[in-house]
């Protein structure tokens, strides 16, 4: 059989990244000699097939030799051959025999791949091998699973699992040493190129090399989760992404990030990203190969293929493969998992996969959109449906860069559109637009000239718009507009529509795709015109959602609160700086307190409100301070804070010792406590209806505590009006602002990250030398003297792929009146002091008094950059979020 199983497209160190080619999958090595006995804790797993390699031949019912030249899609250099010189069993083993091919012959060795499908195909169980492997410069031997029935597409859509590989045994690492990494992998996702993978390297205690002797690897398959182990030892584990819903039922995110599919659904047709057990649900083969070269091993370790280590036959030795399946659950494989303590924690064996973190749902904040104001918004191309035109940016003695739509013969509508058949320019992706929070104040306008009258005097000019691939649309005269202007030839007119009138039409506005101005269809030939500041926004955009809930007096809606202790909290007179404040008093009787907003405790006044945090996720808080009077009688007790939601059927736990600033109480003194909403939220909080704060000593430890709190309230502080200075990119860049590119002619992207930081600038680093950051347009410019005695400039970054030169360093640089004059520093050389690590974020912090005195003006900065060292950064896939020049 020829099959070309596996593609891939990026080389990487075979140590420092975290994501690997080939079969290969991450990099991180745990090792613990802990031995597992397979059979606990139950004794379930039932051999349902095996090959012991007992004759003296290969059983043709059980294997089928594939007879190829192709290179495994891999670049690899051997023909798999059914050659008895390349593949036998003999003394109770199967050797696998990779050879110098005869001279002339189409790949320069010769080796074999063995596969079971449509002779044993499963879906779940454990499925082990005894192997020794083979070694040298360019020797890659593997044991895995392919998808017998390609249910969710072509490789790797439906799914690929490695439950073994290994590259260049014995030859040199980056240090000198001998390698011995073993690896076990998963690959999915999308089409290739644009798979991914996730897996796990791991080497064998004491230094032993697999490359030495036998040794047994083995996966266990059961619904929503596989585990690798070498030895019976748990190294790796993965699973089925997890997806995190609000009190609404919205998908905010993940709570773990596993593996992935993505597929046409049947009942809609589109293509949709699956969080559950698809690919990884359905009947798969086993497959023993060893490939000579390829894109993975001739790239890492001595690089090439030592022709030394094949010259006399190297050897795959397998002394026996076995599937066993587990009878507690035969159609989930659950029952027989065979664990140890950190099997689960990210921290040890469990993997984080590759699944797209799902874009969050409508904030329910307004957000004005830009669809064309003098030049492409690269994800609202402008679009000539049928005619065949090319719509085009033309200079407008008046308006400037507008945007030109001519109508020939054929019939056909004009405007913008943003859906993925249509959006040519790389930084584009579809963005259907959500205008749904500002129906009530929103406008769709645009001012239009037109040039050349349509040949039909009586041709209507028409607004159309589009909701969510045209499943909702409205068709209207642009004459209905607000002010009834009728279109004038040879004038610059502005129309403007209330979103209210649009969805009143009809029109679905939380997913608007497209905007069409034009000549009622077949009546517009001849007609020339030109569009420009097409924009949906609304002038009295809502500022962002903030709950006091104790400040001075009590919030009716979110009283103070006992829980269980029978006490009623007061509210007392302070300090200067504090004045009235909670008080709290804890008796014999175990208890939590704080503040709660449920029908059984508000206040005459108040109402229910539980607070929808949703739209400040990413950068908003809890925040709130607090002085103990009297110490509990336990001077041991745990000071605790929890937060609930929607009538605690979520909730999130931590020690006050926790928060930002990570300050333990002190009796006597005021201090203050910040949690973030994005680590609560990942501690299992549903941030949509916020209805309970408590701050008490752990349950039952509290006797005697009597404790104050002020200043309680949630919101988001670069959106306060207390915050002093400027925000450059949080989740969007700032107007007038822009991601750019210097030199490397990318495009810098907004991508989404995790739930902490939600939209974020993604960076790539090419061949070319370059320098990236955020850039103003001319004559813009911040003006930071004010803030020059306390203000900072701070952003975060995090590595998604280190630069293909491992030492180069990462540097900040800004810029002032156009760079003359500027500051450079290296991220390590920050408040924080600290150097990037791939996929951590990190916080990065420069006084505008150190970049003044090195050189900056502040007074005009038009410039941030963040980068590896110029010419030194190919291959650097980078994010960076929360940027901004604040007063601390």
Known sequence: MIKVAKHFSHVGALIAVSTLVGCGGGAETKTDPTPINPQAPVSDWQLVWSDEFDGSSIDGQKWTHEVNCLGGGNAEKQCYTEDEANSYVSDGTLKIVALPAAEGAQQPYTSARMITKNKADFKYGRFEMRAKLPSGQGSWPAFWLLPTDEVYGGWPKSGEIDIVEAVNLKASDADGNPESHIYGTLHYGKEWPDNVNSGMAYKLPNDANPADDFHTYAIEWQEGEIRWYVDDYLYATQRRSEIRTNSKGETVGLKHRGWFAEYFDQVSGELTTHYDNAPYDQEFHMLLNFAVGGNWPENVNETGIDASAFENGQIFEIDFVRVYQCQ??????????????????????????????????????????????????PNWPAWDCCGGSTPEIVEDEMKGNVVEFVVGAEPTVNGFITREAFITDEAGKPSPFDASPMIETGMLSFDMKIVTAPNNADSTWMLKLESSEGTTAIEIPLSQNKSGTEPVVGQWQTFEFSLQALADGGLDLSAIDVVMIFPAWGTGEGAQYRVANLKIEDSEIAASPELIVFENEQNPSWPLWDCCGGSTPTVELD????????????????????????????????????????????????????????????????????VESVDAASFAEVDLSTSVEQAAPVVGEWQKYTFKLSDLANAGLDVSA????????????????????????????????AFMGHVLFADDVKEKWSLWDCCGGSTPTIENDDTAHGMTAEFKVGAEPTVLGLFAEDEHFIDASTLFETGVVQFELKVVTAPNNADAAWLFKIESLGASSFAEFPLSASQE???????????????????SDAGLDISAIDILMFFPAWGAGEGAVYRVDNVMIKAL
């Open 328 to 377: 507690q659950n035969v159609d989930t494989g659950k029952g027989c998992e065979t664990i140890r303590a950190g099997y689960d924690s990210l921290e040890d064996a469990l993997v984080e996969g590759k699944a797209p973190i799902p874009s969050p749902p409508s904030t329910g904040i307004a957000q004005n959109l830009t669809i064309f104001d003098g030049s492409f918004n």
């Open 833 to 851: 002091g600290k150097a990037p690590v791939v996929g951590e974020w990190q916080t990065y912090t420069y006084s505008l008094k150190d970049l």
């Open 575 to 642: 300090d200067d700086a504090h004045g009235n404040v909670a008080e709290f008093k804890i008796g014999d009787s175990p208890t939590v307190m704080g503040f709660i907003s449920r029908a059984d405790n508000i206040l005459d006044g108040g109402s229910v409100s539980p607070f929808d945090a949703t739209s400040i996720l990413s950068n908003g808080v809890i925040e709130f301070e607090m002085k103990i009077t009297n110490a509990p009688d336990n001077a041991e007790a745990p000071w605790l804070f929890k």
């Open 690 to 721: 916020i209805d309970v704060l408590m701050i008490f000593p752990a349950w039952g430890q509290g006797a005697g505590a009597i404790y104050r709190v002020d200043n309680v309230k949630i919101y988001d502080p670069n959106a306060s009006d």
